[in-house]
């Protein structure tokens, strides 16, 4: 199915000037929060590139920063509470720092976030096709009239039956799934570079899910956009993604390709994640094993290596390094893993205790 038009926001054609550096770079970010209860370290550290045509998957377990990252990259964040630091280069415009004009004139034509929860993006008193027809006109120049079209249009290509006849629906009128997909619709409407998709499938059955993430490939095939997913579900990434980055605690613990991530996982919160997934292949004697504790409170975070409260490994490491010094990853490596564990050992356990419980089932 297709979905959406090329225009100026697809892919460098032969006539244009080549693009310096990433499409998406993100270097050393910060964001806290301040509260009543102190300051809240929500993402801590953090860089990651994303091209043009490539998908990000960003994992991790609730809580780790996953959506505080990508709604600092959209400039969604209150500036009263937050204080962002680091750099947010998008096709070379810096935009930590960048006017709240600026970033509302970027939003929308260049890059789009896909909310988890459609109910909340969409307003209850507007209809549906007046919400995805808005920021065509305001963002493309278009006509009330063009606008309404480009909005059926829209419905269509998300896969809306009858889009001529649901356009003046209100969004209650629309069941969960619809409501998703005219998110979807208003998010691309003006064909975004960049779009992020907060855990887009969370609330919705099998086939929808499918049918959505297929959409956005779609997209990518015909636009050459740069897409994130953020997700807690190993295996959305596993269909969808090109690259992962495991977050934990506002860090990226790992990063590389899907296969890698997959394949041989290098960080242990990684194994813990993979091993927690339900596989039909997996031997029926092992069962799951969920990560044992939960993730740590973020105005707080452990120090040193902030899995260390809850990894099987940490005892093995010697001088409580573990406790203490915060493993990291070099900036501008593509694949790597923040963790003191020594390569043998890794491979020791990797291949002793983890693969055992995968059974073969990721890709
Ligand atoms: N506006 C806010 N004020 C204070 N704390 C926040 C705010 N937004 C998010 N947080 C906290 O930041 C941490 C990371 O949240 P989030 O990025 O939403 O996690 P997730 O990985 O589940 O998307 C959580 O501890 C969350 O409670
Ligand atoms: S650095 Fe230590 S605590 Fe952290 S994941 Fe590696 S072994 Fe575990
Ligand atoms: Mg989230």
Redesign the pocket.
């Known amino acids: 199915m297709s979905i959406l038009t090329k225009t100026e926001a697809g892919p460098p054609g032969p006539g244009d000037p080549a693009p310096s550096g990433p499409f998406l770079s993100v270097r050393d970010l910060y964001v806290q929060?301040a509260?009543e209860d102190g300051v809240?370290k929500?993402v801590d550290g953090l860089s990651f590139d994303l091209e043009r045509g490539r998908t990000l998957g960003i994992v991790?377990e609730?809580?780790?920063?996953?959506?505080?990252?990508n709604l600092a990259v959209l400039g969604l964040h209150n500036p009263r509470?937050t204080t962002i630091r680091g750099e947010i280069v998008l096709d070379g415009q810096e935009l930590t720092g960048a006017s709240e004009r600026t970033l509302e004139r970027l939003r929308g034509r260049k890059m789009a976030m896909i909310f988890q929860d459609s109910l909340t993006a969409l307003s209850p008193y507007y209809t549906v096709g007046r919400q995805i027809a808005e920021p065509y006109m305001k963002h493309m120049g278009a006509s009330r009239k063009a606008a309404r079209e480009r909005a059926i249009e829209m419905l269509a290509r998300v896969g809306i039956p009858q889009p001529r006849l649901r356009v003046d629906d209100f969004p209650h009128q629309f069941s969960g799934g619809m409501r998703q997909r005219a998110m979807i619709a208003m998010a691309l409407v003006c064909d975004p570079a960049l779009v992020i998709a907060d855990e887009p499938t969370t609330a919705l059955d099998v086939t929808v899910q499918a049918q959505i993430l297929d959409l956005l490939k779609d997209l990518q095939r015909e636009t050459g956009t740069a897409i994130v997913i953020?997700t807690h579900d190993l295996g959305v990434v596993a269909n969808t993604a090109d690259d992962v980055m495991v977050?934990y605690a506002g860090r990226c613990v790992e990063r590389g390709t899907v296969r890698e991530i997959l394949k041989s996982p290098e960080h242990p919160y990684s194994w813990g994640l993979l091993a927690s997934i339900p596989r039909l292949s997996a031997p029926v004697d092992l069962p799951l094993s969920p990560i044992p504790g939960a993730p740590p409170s973020?105005l707080n975070p452990p120090s040193g290596c902030p899995f260390h409260p809850r990894c099987a490994f940490a005892e093995e490491v010697g001088g409580g390094r573990c406790a203490t010094v915060r493993p990291g990853i070099p900036e501008d490596e593509r694949r790597g893993f923040a963790c003191h564990l020594g390569r043998e050992r890794k491979r020791e356990i990797f291949t002793g205790q983890i693969q055992p419980r995968l059974g073969g089932g990721a890709r």
């Open positions: 929060f509260t809240v929500a991790g609730s809580g780790s920063g996953k959506s505080v990252t509470n953020i977050m973020l």
